[in-house]
């Protein structure tokens, strides 16, 4: 199994968010550049799960970005994941994560 989300990019509209159910996982948001801004997750408490956050991000963002998600119960062990894996690929995390990231380990991915 990868680190790396490998779920294919969509549109951030309303039509694509509309077919997600309210579960719990992880997402990824990328600008038109294709450069990811974003790393999220929708736990327990959100409202209306994946489809709630993503509605968010919509609202905050604006059109032009792209998302793919994942559903997971184990979202936040996936969410400090993913976000170790961003920091080793790039050497930073994302613009949007940048002031609200939890304490983090280091991964050295393959």
């Known amino acids: 199994m990868t680190v790396r989300m490998s779920k294919p990019w969509a549109s951030l509209s309303r039509e694509n968010i ?5 579960h719990m996982g992880v997402y ?11 790393i999220g997750y929708a736990g327990g408490k959100s409202l209306f799960g994946l489809r709630g ?10 059109t032009g970005h792209r998302f793919r998600c994942e559903v997971n119960t184990q979202y936040m062990t996936r969410y ?3 976000l170790m894996v961003h920091q080793a690929d790039l050497g930073e995390l994302p ?3 940048r002031d609200s990231a939890p304490r983090l380990g280091r991964l050295r991915p393959e």
């Not at 993503?54 to 905050?60: N, T, V």
């Open 28 to 38: 990824e948001v990328q600008d038109s550049s294709e450069h990811t801004v974003f």
């Open 18 to 22: 509309a077919g997600l159910g309210a």
């Open 80 to 82: 400090k994941e993913l």
């Open 95 to 97: 613009r949007d994560n």
């Open 53 to 62: 956050e993503l509605e968010r991000e919509l609202g905050r963002l604006g």
